[in-house]
C-alpha cells in the first residue's frame, strides 16, 4: 500500500463515508479513554505523562521532553477540570490518529484497535 500523496485522492479519502468498522474501532478507542478514567482511582500505580503536560503550565518542566509549541494547549487545559482536560487530549489524540488515516490512506481499524493507541490513551491518563 503506498501513501496518498495526490491532493484529489487526499479530497476523495477525508470525504468518504465512515465504514462501519472505523465507526466500531473510533467507539472502543473513545470507551477504553472512558473506561481508563473511570477506573483510574482504583489503580494502584501512578500513570504521570498528563499530569507532567498539565505541570507545565505552572512553570514545572521535570520529565517534559517535548515541543515547547504544545505549552499553549497544556496551559489551556490546566484550566479545566482534570476530568474533562483528560477527555479532550484523549479524543484529539483518537480523532488525530483518524484523520492522518484518513489523508495518508491507511486502515483505521488496525491503526484505532493497535496496542499503541491503547497505550497511548492509558498512559495519558493518571489517577487524582
Do not use: H
Not at 487526499?10 to 468498522?21: F, H, K, M, V
Amino acid at each position: 500500500m503506498s501513501l496518498n500523496r495526490d491532493a484529489q485522492q487526499i479530497n476523495l479519502s477525508l470525504r468518504r463515508r465512515i465504514t462501519a468498522g472505523e465507526l466500531f474501532a473510533l467507539a472502543l478507542a473513545f470507551s477504553a479513554a472512558g473506561l481508563f478514567l473511570w477506573f483510574s482511582p482504583s489503580i494502584s500505580y501512578a500513570f504521570f505523562d498528563f499530569k507532567i503536560y498539565l505541570n507545565t503550565a505552572q512553570g514545572i518542566f521535570d520529565g517534559y521532553y517535548y515541543a515547547y509549541w504544545y505549552l499553549p494547549i497544556f496551559a489551556l487545559l490546566a484550566r479545566l477540570p482534570l476530568a474533562v482536560s483528560y477527555v479532550l487530549w484523549c479524543s484529539i489524540n483518537i480523532l488525530g490518529v483518524f484523520l492522518a488515516i484518513r489523508v495518508f490512506g491507511g486502515k483505521a481499524i488496525v491503526a484505532l484497535l493497535s496496542y499503541q493507541m491503547f497505550y497511548t490513551l492509558f498512559m495519558e491518563e493518571y489517577p487524582e
